[in-house]
């Protein structure tokens, strides 16, 4: 009932930028957490970006240390979407990158909650 479509992946050198979009949509009633995990062959998922609502105004969000300070997620909560602007980019950035979204979906008479993932973008940095 809830998916989730990326889109922004693709080739660029090292030092490049590129900016992933990730929308979610369906019968979503809420989301309180939205961001990048990216998973490289032969390794496991990593977290990359998250925002979360958690339980301060206008929630928070979590890097991974390897990208803090090169990477930036945003939102746009009028469209369920969120961003991930990827600067200075090196070969360890090489992945498959993966949107992930956990919220609640109004079900006729209930609410519940959901978890979803994309299909994937990859990410191929090179000279």
């Known amino acids: 009932q809830v998916q989730l479509v990326e889109s922004g992946g693709g080739l660029v050198q090292p030092g490049g930028s590129l900016r992933l979009s990730c929308a979610a949509s369906g019968s979503v009633f809420s989301i309180n957490a939205m961001g990048w995990y990216r998973q490289a062959p032969g390794s496991q998922r990593e977290l990359v970006a998250v925002?979360?609502?958690?339980?301060?105004?206008?929630?928070?969000?979590n890097y991974a240390d390897s990208v803090r300070g090169r990477f930036t997620i945003s939102r746009d909560n009028a469209k369920n979407t969120v961003f991930l602007e990827m600067n200075s980019l090196n070969a360890e950035d090489t992945a498959v990158y993966y949107c992930?979204?956990?919220?609640?979906?109004?079900?006729?008479?209930?609410?519940?909650?959901?978890?979803?993932w994309g299909q994937g973008t990859p990410v191929t940095v090179s000279s």
């Open positions: 925002w979360s609502s958690g339980v301060t105004s206008g929630g928070r969000t």
């Open positions: 992930y979204a956990r919220g609640r979906v109004e079900i006729v008479t209930t609410y519940r909650p959901f978890e979803v």
